[in-house]
């Protein structure tokens, strides 16, 4: 059998087993990338070139720094301090809670720390002004999305480097793909308002309303860290690993923070993940899988339906795996290749559907998003059956809503106009 054929099997057979047998795609594939690798003659430094230290570094640098905010409770009273700038004027609330998952996305931590916790801010958030919970969860995580591909985040950093490597010009690419990220998860957002009637608010008689906690100095000098770091970066080009590493160590020399819990708040098996799955892409790739699959995908595609195509691709991946550590690895290095083979397709354009798709998803219940809205939801209530239904029920209507989005969107023309 030819190997291009067995590397695309082993690296759908990876998804899958991660799938089922809910183990990490990363260490499946680094298994994978042993096996594949001596099929094709590879010695043990030229499977392990597949591995991309500097990606690692950054994406460890950054989750590490944003851990270290997180333990000393920064980054929670940050968000408290955000929604409470809309006082009595409660119509403010979806709207603060959807900037709020911007922008702590966008700053630096990316959407998956973030993730994990707006979800329990909207909902005591939401039950203390009258709104939905599901709803106000929802947008707050559109919020999430649409902050996910900035240069600080590390899904930002891994999509960008991603698209250089498929001989993408990164320069060109940052704003459409940033913009047609902002468009698709606002109008998730407002989709989502418009359907459960959020204009519709019951206030409590005892909403919530009290004296605001500050900052303490150790909170503030963490602040000052995320600000020195984002001037270095932006501004100055620093390598935003090492300066999150650098600001890290900083802040731990103060106490600031407990060293032992941040170390602990790195998501270890996220970064396995997209490490694995690189490692296995990129003998996937020597071995000419990324050209079977180009060829199958372009087979699928005209010039009209083909960013729609890419789109839905993406989007059914990322209903059953992770956007960061499988879809993008698997979709973004084949966007210049499809492009030029189907012809008139953009490839900048196709990179903005596989994020997309590979984001917005993640509002099933199988996915890490959906699952946490779900799980905070039923805390309180781990008996009541129905309302488990219910929940799951809207979920996977909100997983396929969002695919539908997008796939309108793109066959439109939408995320055309960003270019």
């Known amino acids: 059998m030819d190997l291009g054929v067995i590397s695309l099997v082993l690296l759908l ?23 594949l690798g001596r099929l094709a003659g590879m010695n043990d430094a030229s499977i392990l070139k597949g591995f991309n230290p500097n990606l690692f570094i950054k994406l460890m640098g950054v989750t590490f720094l944003f851990s270290v905010l997180t333990v000393n409770g920064t980054i929670t009273l940050l968000a408290k301090k955000i929604v409470s700038l809309a006082g009595r004027n409660n119509f403010l609330i979806p709207i603060l809670i959807y900037l709020m998952g911007a922008g702590l996305t966008m700053c630096g931590p990316g959407s998956i720390p973030v993730l994990a916790i707006m979800p329990a801010f909207a909902i005591p958030i939401a039950k203390a002004h009258g709104y939905n919970p599901l709803m106000l969860s929802i947008i707050g995580c559109c919020g999430c999305f649409s902050g996910r591909m900035t240069t600080l985040t590390p899904e930002g950093i891994l999509t960008y480097e ?3 490597k498929a001989g993408v010009d990164v320069a060109q690419a940052v704003r459409p793909v940033f913009v047609n990220q902002v468009i698709s998860g606002l109008l998730l957002a407002v989709i989502c308002f418009v359907y459960y009637k959020g204009w519709r608010v019951t206030v409590p008689e005892e909403a919530e309303d009290g004296e605001q906690e500050s900052f303490s100095k150790k909170q503030l000098l963490s602040l000052s860290g995320l600000v020195v770091m984002s001037i270095l970066v932006v501004l100055f080009k620093f390598n935003i690993g090492l300066v999150s590493f650098a600001v890290a160590a900083v ?6 923070a407990s060293e032992s819990k941040s170390f602990k708040g790195v998501p270890w098996g996220v970064l396995i993940m997209v490490s694995g799955v690189s490692t296995l892409m990129s003998i996937v790739i020597k071995t000419g899988g990324i050209k079977l699959l180009t060829l199958a995908l372009s087979s699928l595609m005209t010039p009209f339906t ?9 989007g059914i991946m990322s209903l059953f795996s992770s956007g960061l550590g499988v879809v993008f690895p698997t979709l973004l290095p084949t966007v210049s290749s499809v492009a030029e083979t189907v012809g008139g397709l953009n490839p900048i354009e196709l990179g903005s559907l596989v994020v997309i798709g590979g984001t917005i998803t993640g509002l099933s219940p199988v996915s890490t998003t959906g699952g946490m809205i779900m799980a905070l939801l039923m805390a309180d209530e781990q008996d009541n059956q129905e309302k488990e239904q219910k929940i799951f029920l809207s979920l996977v ?8 989005l997008v796939f309108v969107l793109a066959l439109v023309g939408v995320y055309r106009v960003a270019l």
């Open 251 to 256: 802040l731990l020399m103060f106490h600031c």
């Open 397 to 404: 209507f909100w997983g396929l809503a969002a695919l539908v």
């Open 162 to 164: 991603l698209l250089t």
């Open 306 to 314: 083909g960013s729609a195509i890419m789109g839905a691709t993406a």
């Open 13 to 35: 057979l990876a998804i899958i087993l991660g799938f089922f047998r809910k183990t990490n795609v990363g260490l499946v594939s680094l298994l994978f990338a042993l096996i």
